[in-house]
Structure formats: C-alpha cells, structure tokens
C-alpha cells in the first residue's frame, strides 16, 4: 500500500526470490525485507530505489536486480490509482538470468569476431543498390593503404581492380543480383596506394530486399588473401618444377632396397642416376656397390650408418652427402626417402636424390656474407648498433653494437646491450614515435637525419645517423649506424666564418675581385664593385669573352697573350691596360 506494507503476493513472487512459506504467511514486513536484502548484491541500492518510488507516488520505474548468486531480475513499479488517488504500488519481477547471460555471450562474440576479422585481415562492407554508396569497416581501406574517406561510392573501388579481374568480377555481382546465384563470391586483384596489386577473396549477398523482391542492400566480407596466393603460386612452381623433374629428369627418382644378408639395388632408378652418380640405371638395378664407390671417403660411414638406422626404425631417410665423380668432381647430393618393410624382411626406400652443390654453394657465401658483416661491424670506424624493434617488454632494446659506439657513447658493450636505445637518447621517445618512425623506415628504406646522443658522462653531442632495416636470422632489425659530427660542425662554423670574412674583404675592396676560367677566361664570379667601377652588371661580366671584347682595343691582343702566357706558367702577374 501507500504505506509501503506488503498486502498481496503472488505464490511465483515467493518461489522467484526464494523465500519460506513461513515468512509469507507471517505477514512480517521486516522479516521479509530482510529475507529480499540478504540474497542481494547491492541491498542500500534496492532500498534507496523503493524509497526514491514512494516519495514520488505517481511515477513508474524499470530497472534491473543483480543477486549475489548470480541471477538478474527485472524490475518494473507501478503505481495504484484508485478514484485518481495514488493507493499504493504493485511490483512485479522478472527473471532475466538467461536472458542476461545470452546478451554477454554475444557481447562477448562480437569482441571475439572482431578480434578474428582483425587478426584475419577482414572486414566487413554493405552496399545500397539505389545510390551505389558503401558503408564498410575501415580496414577494407587500410589494407590497401588508403584513408577510408577515399571511398564512397562502390566504383572508387572496382577503379582499382586489375583488368585482367575487373570483368569476372562485376559478373559475379550481376549474377547475384539477377538470382542466378544466391551469393556473390570472387577472387580478385586490387591496386593499393603503392601501385602493387593485393589479392582479395569477397563474398557477400542480399540482405535487404524491397516488397518487390528487388535487391536493396548487399553486404558482404572481405578477405586480404595475398600471402595465400603468394603461398599457391610458390606451390604452383614448386608443382611445376616437380613435373620438370620427373621429365627432365635433373635428379634421379629411385628404389633402393637393403637385403638381410647386406647386398643393396637399385630395382628402379630414372635416367637423373647418370647425372647423379655417372652410372646408368642398368649398372645398379642388381647391384648398388657402384654407387658406394662415388661416395667421399668423410662420408663414407655415415652413409651407411643413417641407412642401416633408417631400416633398423623404419624412420624417414634424409641425408646431405658428397660425392666424387669422374667427371663432374666433387658434387654435394641430398637423398630424401620413405622405408617400406618387405615380406622378406629387407627394406625398401621410395625416394629422390637431388643436385644441392649450389645451395650448399650458397650457404658457404651466405656464411662468408655473414662473417664478413661481423668483419665490418667490429672494424667500421663508424658507431653501429642493432636494435630490435618487436621486443615484447623492452622499447627498442640494443641487441649488438661494434667497438665504436662504445667509444663514442662511452659505455662498454656490456652495458649497452639489452637497454633501450633511450639509453642514448636526450628525452626518451614514446611507442607511438617508434611505430610512426618504423612504418617510415619501412615504406622509405633508409632514413638519413641528424640529431644528438648523451655521452655517459652526461655531455651531449651531435651526430647523423643512417637507419635502415635487416633481416639477421629471420627477424628484423634496426640497423643503425652513427657518426660523431662535433668535428664537422665545429669545421662549417669555422667556413661561416671564413665565407663572411671574405663576403666582408670582398666587399670592403676598392677594386674589382674577380675569379676565371684558366683556359677560356670566362668569368666565375665578379664582385659588385664592377658595376660601381664599369657600369656594367655583374651578370653581363660571366657572359664568354667578355672580359677580353671589352679591353681597349690597342691593348687586347698584348693583354690577353700576357695573361695567357703568366698563367700557362702558374705566375701570379699583375698589369695594366
């Protein structure tokens, strides 16, 4: 009532909030107020909503419960009227656990789904068929390098796609909208803002139809697939140059059997054995012994040991070998195969044994390549530092620097490595610099700049620096290679200077200070004076010969031979004319 004492309840109003019959029947508005406050987690909160309610007769209310088991209940107070006049209010309950719980999981799911189109590369995208516009999520932009504001209608995109694709995939759309098929699916390729083509996998249908069946809206998602086809086209070749193989036979596809009384065979070899071992598949088909002889004497035993291992376990075969052939000399072999286990207890491998000298070849220039960077970063006269810019916990930590540095930032190595570069820095630098400044170094290359380190001791000096990206062990890092330029500065201060006090000499000089050409005395430069003096522009004075065309003419020939002639003989010489 208006008094706010229970007068009815419902029997679900008992079972819902769990309270004994006995309490109902006793009629006890304090102990069944206290029953309702103790399952709750905010109990002061109920309360204080009942009394707001009470205080205001007329108003109605919607709010929910949490208990602290917990369940959530629906709240709903609305007021008894009777004659016009507030008599009371009757509350009503609601339980929404399920309901509540449903809406966090998909709250929850959105996040999620979020989280995989992120991690995917995919967005979302919607299209309305009566303007043409498209609303879509903005990394469908991003992963082409745009800001999504470039795109607003659906041709600034079908602008991009490649030519040889634009055709297959309007097609595919038209399909979709004349319900040839019940979904638009395409793959495609799409010039982003560097000029390169991505590939893109779009699928999308009509999620908006109007009384007539017309299509209103399409949506769809969209998926950056270019490692993908990077990935199918690095199989397409490694399928074709496996079909080159078999046909051109560079290797030797081969079945190598292993009897129990330690003979060996090769029951099947292609035509590749000769180019392998320089002996035909007929010289070994009965007998393997030939092909032993071409194995070098170092590797002799440990042939033979990984072949009796691999029939022993039955375990895959994988050995890298050399041989030594009669005409090819020394040649490095990789032998791959599977091992079947015969009736008769020998075994028999299915396998290839392929030409790796040039890859081996390759891995001893790549560990030359290495030693001599290892070579040049200790000897370089120049500071150089790593840095490693996906460090989980260390903003841009030092992970090797060359003698150099040390000297030029005076701490030993072992106090650099492992510390930010802020080390040396003079303000530390936040994480969104560092992103913003390895993107540039990305899409740039190299980054030249000029800026000042903290010396140990706390001096602060200048340097330039050269950053770069590359890649040490599969991993990228930040090269970074410094240049003290103390030196250099102090020496362009002291140019300034010289440069002024000349400017200052020059122009103090009563006379004409002029520089030439030694073989055509064309003039370089001429001071201002000579407009004072001659009356003619400085420019007119850098025109050819016309130094020598505007001596007096009595005087020229003598003037101009004399000049030769002083400076064919590097003479400093004076004259008059």
């Known amino acids: 009532d208006h008094e706010g004492r229970v007068i009815k309840t419902s029997s679900r109003f008992a079972e819902m909030w769990r309270i004994p019959e006995s309490i109902i ?159 638009y699916e395409v793959e495609y390729r799409i010039k982003t803002i560097s000029g390169e083509y991505k590939w893109f996998y779009d699928i999308g249908s009509v999620t908006k139809r109007d009384a007539e069946g017309r299509p ?18 690095e199989l397409q070749k490694s399928h074709n140059m496996l079909e080159k193989l078999a046909a051109q036979v560079p290797g030797v596809i081969y079945q190598y059997r292993l009897y129990t009384d330690g003979r060996s065979a090769f029951p099947f070899s292609s035509p590749g054995m000769f180019d392998i071992y320089e002996v035909t598949p007929d010289d070994v088909r009965e007998d393997a012994s030939s092909v032993f002889t071409r194995i070098h004497p170092d590797d002799y035993d440990y042939i033979v040991e990984t072949i009796t291992e691999s029939a022993r376990n039955q375990t895959i075969y994988h050995s890298e070998f050399r041989v030594i ?24 491998w299915h396998g290839i044994i392929t030409d790796i000298t040039d890859r081996k070849r390759s891995e001893e220039a790549l560990s030359e390549r290495e030693q001599l960077f290892k070579g040049l970063f200790n000897a370089s006269p120049d500071a150089i530092v790593l840095i490693d810019p996906h460090h989980p916990t260390i903003l841009w930590p030092i992970v ?33 610099d560092r992103i913003t400044y390895y993107s540039e170094l990305k899409q740039n290359g190299i980054i030249h700049m000029e800026t000042s380190h903290r010396h140990k001791d706390g001096h602060i000096f200048p340097i330039e620096i050269s950053t770069s990206i590359v890649v040490i062990g599969g991993h990228e890092k930040v090269l970074g290679i410094e240049r003290d330029n103390t030196q250099r500065q102090q020496a362009e201060a002291e140019l300034r200077e010289i440069n002024q006090r000349f400017s200052e000499l020059v122009a103090s000089t009563d006379g004409i200070v002029w520089e030439a050409d030694v073989e055509t005395f064309t003039f370089s430069f001429v001071s201002k004076n000579a407009e004072r003096i001659l009356g003619y522009d400085t420019e007119d004075w850098l025109q050819p010969k016309f130094w020598a065309n505007h001596i007096f003419e009595g005087d020229r020939n003598e003037t101009v031979q004399f000049c030769v002639d002083q400076t064919n003989m590097c003479n400093n010489h004076d004259f008059e004319y």
């Not at 998602?221 to 990077?230: D, P, Y």
């Open 25 to 183: 029947a006793s009629g006890d508005d304090e102990i069944l107020m206290k029953s309702i406050l103790n399952q709750l987690s905010d109990p002061e909160e109920f309360v204080t909503k009942v009394m707001e309610l009470y205080a205001k007769p007329k108003a109605e209310s919607i709010d929910l419960i949490d208990f602290k088991d917990g369940r959530v209940f629906e709240r709903i107070s609305k007021p008894i009227n009777m004659e016009g006049k507030p008599m009371g209010r009757v509350w009503s309950f609601l339980d929404i656990t399920d309901r509540k719980l449903a809406e966090d999981e998909l709250y929850e799911n959105i996040a999620r789904l979020e989280l995989a189109m992120s991690t995917a590369n995919m967005a979302w995208w919607e299209m309305d068929m009566t303007t043409g516009l498209v609303v879509f999520e903005r990394r469908k932009a991003e992963m082409l390098g745009y800001s999504p504001e470039k795109f607003k209608h659906y041709t600034d995109f079908t602008a991009l796609v490649h030519p040889e694709d634009y055709e297959k995939t309007m097609n595919a759309m038209r399909l979709l909208l004349d319900g040839s098929l019940d979904k």
């Open 216 to 233: 209103l809206i399409i949506s769809g998602l969209v998926l950056n697939i270019s490692e993908r086809k990077g990935a199918e086209e």
């Open 325 to 348: 052939l009669p005409k090819q000399g020394l040649r490095w072999r990789m032998s791959d195969a599977k091992p079947e286990l015969l009736e008769d207890g020998s075994t028999l």
């Open 400 to 432: 090797d620097c060359n003698e150099a540095s040390c000297r030029m930032n005076g701490y030993s190595r072992e106090e650099m490595i492992g510390k930010s570069i802020d080390l040396l820095n003079i303000t530390p630098e936040k994480l969104e």
